[in-house]
């Protein structure tokens, strides 16, 4: 049985929309999950049906860390907030996992300070799933890191291979950069130092430049960004499915085209793809968007799940420890 640790404070429905997505996991995979749903207790209790499955446990917390807070300020003065304390039961191996659809910065910090980075890492960044005309991309930075160096990029790249590697039973997965031509030379100078430092990664399949437009052909596994670039493009591309699922259902007939249009709902909808992994910390911690549906909450139980039955992050350990080739290579461009 994989115990979650869930927010059930964090988001714009919370805490109501959360409960809904953990009770929605424990009864479609009853035999998997655990869920401790972390908050207020009487606000909890308030949203629960007269019979709570055994699987649903509450662990109380008294504070609440609000999107508009600083998110270092904010955990270091509500040690009682629903994020710590859930990052807290991760720390001290009571779950699994934590989940939160609540401030990104706060759970960043919090997963920093509490779990601690993984040897040889020095930066987390969030891997966001899209939607592509084949197997989804995995975007790497999606809003942690505004202004990352070359290096840190190259990190990103190889957490997100892994993770790849070990989510999607990808071999070597497919590298691109995203950029605004496809010639080495293109973009700042931040963009020509990471095109040399991913393609001098002999670990990694770089397959170049990638720019926007062939996104969604499929044309990489894992497209690397900066965090303001990714965050971007995320929020653009869910309001362009929005926009899109939404000209459908005013012109097509849903007595005819109904089934066509659910397919085109599921292959859009980031709710599908649940939540997303912050890579580079010291446990599996997920966010998830704060306008999270119960489906997404619950999806994002399933990522949480898939995450440490593959033992991703002491794949990520095993990668960056101090005896490997990439642990090695990392020491050399500290030196230059």
Same mark, same amino acid.
């Given at each position: 049985m994989q115990r979650i640790a869930l927010d059930a404070?964090?988001?714009?429905?919370?805490p109501r929309v959360i409960i809904e997505g953990a009770l929605s996991a424990v009864r479609e995979w009853p035999d998997r999950f655990a869920v401790s749903l972390v908050g207020i207790p009487e606000r909890i209790h308030a949203e629960l049906p007269a019979e709570v499955p055994g699987a649903i446990q509450?662990?109380?917390?008294?504070?609440?860390?609000?999107?508009?807070?600083?998110?270092?300020?904010?955990?270091?003065?509500?040690?009682?907030?629903?994020?710590?304390?859930?990052?807290?039961? !991760?720390?001290?191996g009571e779950v699994d996992a934590f989940i939160s659809a609540g401030s990104t910065g706060a759970v960043m910090a919090a997963s920093r300070f509490?779990?601690?980075? !993984?040897?040889?890492?020095?930066?987390?960044?969030?891997?966001?799933?899209?939607?592509?005309?084949g197997s989804p991309v995995l975007v790497v930075d999606s809003g942690a890191n505004i202004d990352p160096r070359p290096t840190h990029l190259l990190q990103f790249a190889q957490l997100g291979s892994v993770y790849m590697r070990d989510l999607l039973g990808l071999e070597?997965?497919?590298?691109?950069?995203?950029?605004?031509?496809?010639?080495?030379?293109?973009?700042?100078?931040r963009a020509v130092a990471t095109h040399k430092l991913l393609q001098d990664d002999e670990d990694?399949?770089?397959?170049?430049?990638?720019?926007?437009?062939?996104?969604?052909?499929?044309?990489?596994?894992?497209?690397?960004?900066?965090?303001?670039?990714?965050?971007?493009?995320?929020?653009?591309?869910?309001?362009?499915?929005?926009?899109?699922?939404?000209?459908l259902e005013d012109r097509l007939d849903p007595e005819?085209?109904?089934?066509? !249009?659910?397919?085109?709902?599921?292959?859009?909808?980031?709710?599908?793809?649940?939540?997303?992994?912050?890579?580079?910390?010291?446990?599996?911690?997920?966010?998830?968007?704060?306008?999270?549906?119960?489906?997404a909450i619950k999806n994002a139980i399933r990522v949480a799940g898939a995450c440490i039955e593959s033992d991703m992050v002491e794949d990520m350990?095993?990668?960056?420890?101090p005896?490997?080739?990439?642990?090695?290579?990392?020491?050399r461009i500290r030196r230059r």
């Open positions: 404070m964090g988001g714009d429905g919370a509450i662990v109380p917390a008294s504070e609440v860390v609000e999107g508009h807070e600083s998110p270092v300020r904010a955990i270091r003065r509500k040690p009682d907030s629903s994020i710590v304390v859930g990052l807290g039961l !991760l720390r001290a509490l779990l601690g980075m !993984l040897p040889g890492v020095e930066r987390p960044t969030v891997g966001t799933m899209f939607p592509t005309s070597r997965p497919r590298i691109g950069l995203l950029n605004v031509g496809e010639e080495p030379s293109k973009g700042g100078a990694l399949h770089f397959v170049g430049n990638v720019e926007g437009h062939r996104i969604v052909e499929g044309a990489c596994d894992v497209l690397v960004c900066d965090g303001f670039v990714g965050n971007v493009l995320l929020k653009f591309y869910e309001s362009v499915a929005g926009f899109i699922t939404g000209v005819i085209h109904g089934e066509g !249009l659910r397919e085109v709902y599921r292959t859009v909808d980031y709710a599908e793809y649940g939540g997303a992994p912050l890579l580079g910390v010291n446990g599996v911690s997920i966010v998830c968007h704060g306008a999270s549906s119960a489906r350990v095993a990668e960056f420890g005896a490997t080739r990439r642990a090695r290579v990392w020491r």
